[in-house]
């Protein structure tokens, strides 16, 4: 039987993979576009489209796979580890993004913003850093696939799933590239991410962004080069935004 003619696992097969991690390849150039976890036939449903997701992701995603099926292709599954408790799978999932950068997933595994690939010299500058001590309202925001493309500021303040009453609160934002703090802003006015509001950026539907200013040397001084406390860096969460306080 040809991989592209599986479309679905045996009942009996998918009772024995629990939690798997996998892989769409694109048969085209060998390439991985995309790494998920999940239970019974989820690795298939991309394929059919039957996973509802938002954003870009789907729009990315999606777009590969209608592009290698034009092209007279079928996508490529690999599952890369099965057998394992949702636990497990949220790391090696995490692992496999880092491991393959371009890739579609929108956002990063749970665990890779604060716990994933690092030079030897980022781990000593994080886990030496001393602990932040918020007094202010401070978002947190996880700048880590942006940060090398764009200024600080614009990779901090655009476009993000965020409740705008929460966000409004806020007396500081805060960038954070693995778990450090790296840049500091106030926030003047939170908008819908579109390009009328942010003049050069595509709309992002459902998220917002901010028009702000970079904090004062005060506040900076507070927060910079400190690292985002042990309380905050969850595992399992693959959120990009936490908060300093209840919400």
Known sequence: MNQSDVESFPEEVAKQLKTYVYRLIDPRNGET????????NRVFAHIHAEVAQEGDEINNKLR???????????????????GMDEKTAFEVEAALIDAYPGIT???GGAGTSEYGAMHAKEI??????????????????????SSA???????????????????????????????????????????AATAVNFPGREDVPGRLGFIGHEASDEIKTLYIDKRVPNEYRKRGSASPIKYSWKV
């Open 105 to 107: 997933n929108i956002a």
């Open 149 to 191: 493309e764009t200024s600080l500021y614009e990779a901090t303040r655009y476009a993000w799933r965020i409740n705008k009453s929460n966000a409004n609160q806020a007396e500081v934002i805060l960038s954070t590239v693995r778990g450090l703090i790296v840049g500091a802003f106030v926030a003047e006015k939170w908008l």
């Open 33 to 40: 576009f995309y790494v998920g976890k999940g239970k019974g």
């Open 124 to 145: 000593i500058r994080r886990y030496s850093a001393e602990p932040a001590v918020f007094r202010h309202k401070a978002i947190m925001i996880s700048i880590n696939r």
């Open 64 to 82: 590969r796979i209608r592009e290698i099926r034009l092209a007279g292709f079928e996508v490529a599954h690999v599952i890369h580890r099965h």
